[in-house]
């Protein structure tokens, strides 16, 4: 009886830690902002191929819009997107953004590729973001293990 007790009571705690864990890593992943560690390495500054380009960027009601694209040229794997922010203390943040459909730059670039879904628009609230209200906007390609970057953007509040 002790033991079945004993086996009962592992369960019930496993069960709690495991929703525990569940429910943390729900909100890491739904985060609009994540802090990266000072070692996160931004990798190589440009690509002859990783082309970007901000179309908006503003502070409204500290609230901080950036939109844009990017892309690597002529290529079928495009890699993953990370839109990163710098603020004056040279700290770094990775913003959580949506995709948008961009069948302009594909026309644009009229190479046979398809870009149609380089487009990003970050929508964040600024109370999350330590600094004076200096920020610069990054923009991260990775492809595989090789990493680019381009500063695109200055901003103040």
């Known amino acids: 009886m002790k033991l079945l007790n004993?086996?009962?009571?592992?369960?019930?705690?496993a069960g709690i830690v495991s929703t525990v864990l569940l429910i943390n890593n729900f909100?890491?992943?739904?985060?609009?902002?994540v802090k990266l560690p000072k070692s996160y390495e931004l990798g190589k500054l440009g690509n002859r191929n990783f082309v970007c380009n901000i179309e908006q960027a503003?502070?409204?009601?500290?609230?901080?819009?950036?939109?844009?694209?990017g892309i690597i040229k002529k290529s079928r794997k495009q890699g993953n997107l990370n839109l990163l922010l710098k603020n004056s203390k040279g700290e770094?943040?990775?913003?959580?953004?949506?995709?948008e459909d961009r069948k302009d730059v594909t026309k644009f670039f009229n190479d046979g590729f398809n870009y149609n879904n380089s487009g990003f628009i970050s929508e964040i609230d600024l109370n999350n973001i330590n600094g004076n209200g200096k920020?610069?906007?990054?923009?991260?390609?990775?492809i595989g293990k090789e990493k680019f970057y381009s500063i695109d953007e200055r901003l103040e509040k």
Do not use: A, P, R
Request: hydrophobic content about 50%; glycine content about 2%; charged content about 20%.
């Open 6 to 13: 004993f086996i009962f009571i592992v369960l019930i705690f």
């Open 27 to 33: 909100i890491q992943e739904n985060k609009q902002v």
């Open 58 to 69: 503003s502070i409204e009601n500290n609230k901080l819009t950036i939109k844009g694209w």
């Open 92 to 99: 770094l943040y990775k913003l959580k953004y949506k995709s």
């Open 135 to 142: 920020y610069v906007i990054i923009i991260q390609i990775e």
